[in-house]
Nanobody
């Protein structure tokens, strides 16, 4: 099973930008499809964005244009760049290996308006 370690998160002001990182434990990362999810209090966990091993991306339509998912196969890492943060982006964010169904530990992102 692939182990995923996240970094980033914290308390932000509306309008600021933040990048979340997720590093996989295995060099087989290059073949992983990866995703970012978020779960707000009292709500279900939703996929925010995904990136295939070939770099193709998909986004939650309401976030496209503000959020960008990317990967660096040399570093076994996937990133989520979040721009123009809004209060409704407040949630715990998780990375996930879609290929191996492994999850990161989660990172709280709180956006104050």
């Amino acid at each position: 099973q692939v182990r995923l370690v996240q970094s980033g998160g914290g308390l932000m002001q509306a309008g600021e930008s933040l990048r979340l990182s997720c590093v996989a434990s295995e060099s087989i990362f290059i073949n992983n499809a990866m995703g970012w999810y978020r779960q707000a209090p009292g709500k279900q966990r939703d996929m925010v964005a995904s990136i295939a091993s070939d770099g193709r991306t998909n986004y939650l339509p309401s976030l496209k244009g503000r959020f960008t998912i990317s990967r660096d196969n040399a570093k076994n890492a996937v990133y989520l760049q979040m721009n123009n943060l809004k209060a409704e982006d407040t949630a715990v964010y998780y990375c996930r290996s879609l290929t191996f169904d492994s999850w990161g530990q989660g990172a709280q992102v709180t956006v104050s308006s």
